[in-house]
């Protein structure tokens, strides 16, 4: 069975630590694993990766992907208030079927 | 604007009544998405896509429909809703190509009584 498991399921920290998501995968013929990030409304995206080892930035976000011990960690350095959010990450099945994790949701406080 | 809309945003049903939430984007995206999301499950996929005409099941399609005469819209269609089918409904596109972001509707809130 395809499956998707994200952890930890909450986490609480305050301005300035740095957090690391883990999102682990199960998903037959995999072809990309995907974040997004998710405040009070529709998932905007964060990254998609398809090569092992690459990892990819944004700012202050970072990925990458593991494809031999199948998992990937998001990095958020240096969080702000503005990064509370609900993290998803999903794997690709033939780049059409995505199976998402239940989500990590990040609590930053001031 | 580019964007994916969805209608209705917030449904209240009853049993058994057959309803369509639309879904259309105008961005010309050839590959268009269904997802539902309820607490603790994340999103799961309903249906998918590729095309015009072209539509596969995604993780949990029962008791869906869906269809796709044109590229811009693909509605959602619960032709006898239960109970289980009340949750978030988000609608996705993107571009064909499979290296490119999903675009996600601002979701739709569906209550079956």
């Known amino acids: 069975e395809d499956k998707v498991v994200q952890s930890p399921l909450s986490l609480v920290v305050h301005e300035g630590d740095t957090v690391t998501l883990n999102c682990s995968y199960e998903v037959t013929n995999f072809r990309s694993l995907l974040w997004y990030k998710q405040e009070k409304k529709a998932p905007t995206f964060l990254f998609m990766l398809?090569?092992?080892?690459i990892e990819k930035k944004s700012g202050r976000l970072s990925s990458i992907l593991d494809k031999k011990e199948l998992f990937s960690i998001l990095n958020i350095t240096a969080t702000q208030t503005g990064d509370s959010a609900v993290y998803l990450c999903?794997?690709?099945?033939?780049?059409?079927?995505?199976?998402f994790g239940s989500g990590t949701k990040l609590n930053v406080k001031p | 604007e580019a964007q994916v809309t969805q209608n209705p945003r917030y449904l209240i049903t009853v049993t058994g009544k057959k309803l369509t939430v639309t879904c259309s984007q105008n961005m010309n995206h050839e590959y268009m998405s269904w997802y539902r999301q309820d607490p603790g499950l994340g999103l799961r996929q309903i249906y998918y896509s590729m095309n015009v005409e072209v539509t596969d099941k995604g993780d949990v399609p029962e008791g869906y429909k869906v269809s796709r005469k044109e590229k811009r819209n693909f509605p959602l269609i619960l032709e006898s809703p239960s109970p289980n089918q009340t949750s978030l409904y988000f609608c996705?596109?993107?571009?064909?190509?499979?290296?490119?972001?999903?675009?996600f509707g601002p979701g739709t809130r569906l209550t079956v009584l």
């Open positions: 999903a794997g690709g099945y033939n780049f059409n079927k995505f199976y």
């Open positions: 398809t090569s092992s080892g």
């Open positions: 996705a596109s993107r571009v064909g190509t499979a290296y490119n972001e999903q675009f």
